[in-house]
C-alpha cells in the first residue's frame, strides 16, 4: 500500500545545532516530495520542496536530500532556533489525476536553549 | 497576499447534527484539498477539487461527508449527522493549478469536537 513513514518521532537538538528529519517512502514513482512544518493550532507550513530528478535542494538555512535508490528524504536545518520547535511532516505527492498528499505521521522538533 | 482562510477556526456540537466548514483558498489557485488530521497523527486526504469539479472524492469516508465548491473558489465540507469518530481538524489546501509539482497551501483548519 501507500505510506510515508518517519524514522524518528521525536528529535530533541541543542539549539545552534543542526538537525536531521528522515523520512521514508514506499512509492518509486512518486516524483515530488513537500517538507511542512506545523505549529501547534496552525495549519503545515510549506517549507522546501523537491523532484525527483534532483538529490538535493536548498533553502534559507534548510536543505532537502532525496536518495531514491533507498527510497528516503531528509531534512536538514542548520543552526537551529527555538522557533523551529514544531511537529514536521513529510508529504509525497501521489501523482495521476489528483495529485493528493500522501503524509506520513510526522516528528516532533524539541529545540533545548 | 492573503493565505488560505478557513471557518470556523473551532466547532463543538451535538452528535446527530449537521455541520458545515467552510474554506476560502489563496486567490487564482484553481485546485483545492481537504484533508483531516486526528489527534497526534498525519494529514487524511479527503477530496480534491479542480475548478468547480470533484474529480476525487476517494477519501470521503462515508455517505455523511460531502464537498462543493461554487465560483472555482470558496469550499465548502459538510458532514450529516455527526459521529464523535467525527472529531478531528479539517484542513483546507490549494494549490496554483493542477498537475504535479505544484505545492499546496494549507490553512489554519477547523477543529471539529462531537459531543
Known amino acids: 500500500g501507500e505510506s510515508v513513514g518517519l524514522h524518528l518521532p521525536t528529535l530533541s537538538v541543542q539549539e545552534g545545532d543542526n538537525s536531521i528529519i528522515n523520512c521514508a517512502y514506499s512509492?518509486?514513482?512518486?516524483?515530488?516530495f513537500i517538507w511542512y512544518k506545523q505549529e501547534s493550532g496552525k495549519g503545515p507550513q510549506f517549507i522546501i520542496d523537491i523532484r525527483s530528478n534532483m538529490d538535493k535542494r536548498q533553502g534559507q538555512r534548510v536543505t532537502v536530500l532525496l536518495n531514491k535508490t533507498v527510497k528516503h528524504l531528509s531534512l536538514q536545518i542548520a543552526a537551529t532556533q527555538p522557533g523551529d520547535s514544531a511537529v514536521y511532516f513529510c508529504?509525497?505527492?501521489?501523482?495521476?489525476?489528483?495529485?493528493?498528499?500522501?503524509f506520513g505521521t510526522g516528528t516532533l522538533l524539541a529545540v533545548q536553549p | 497576499g492573503a493565505g488560505v482562510s478557513q471557518s470556523p477556526s473551532n466547532k463543538v456540537t451535538e452528535k446527530g447534527k449537521d455541520v458545515e466548514l467552510r474554506c476560502d483558498p489563496i486567490s487564482g489557485h484553481t485546485a483545492l484539498y481537504w484533508y483531516r488530521q486526528s489527534l497526534g497523527q498525519g494529514l487524511e486526504f479527503l477530496i480534491y477539487f479542480q475548478g468547480n469539479s470533484a474529480p476525487d472524492k476517494s477519501g470521503l469516508p462515508s455517505d455523511r461527508f460531502s464537498a462543493e465548491r461554487t465560483g472555482g473558489s470558496v469550499s465548502t465540507l459538510t458532514i450529516q449527522r455527526t459521529q464523535q469518530e467525527d472529531s478531528a481538524v479539517y484542513l483546507c489546501a490549494s494549490s496554483l493549478e493542477w498537475g504535479d509539482n505544484q505545492p499546496q497551501h494549507f490553512g489554519d483548519g477547523t477543529r471539529l469536537s462531537i459531543l
Open positions: 512509492n518509486s514513482a512518486s516524483d515530488y
Open positions: 508529504a509525497e505527492n501521489s501523482g495521476g489525476a489528483t495529485n493528493k498528499l500522501i
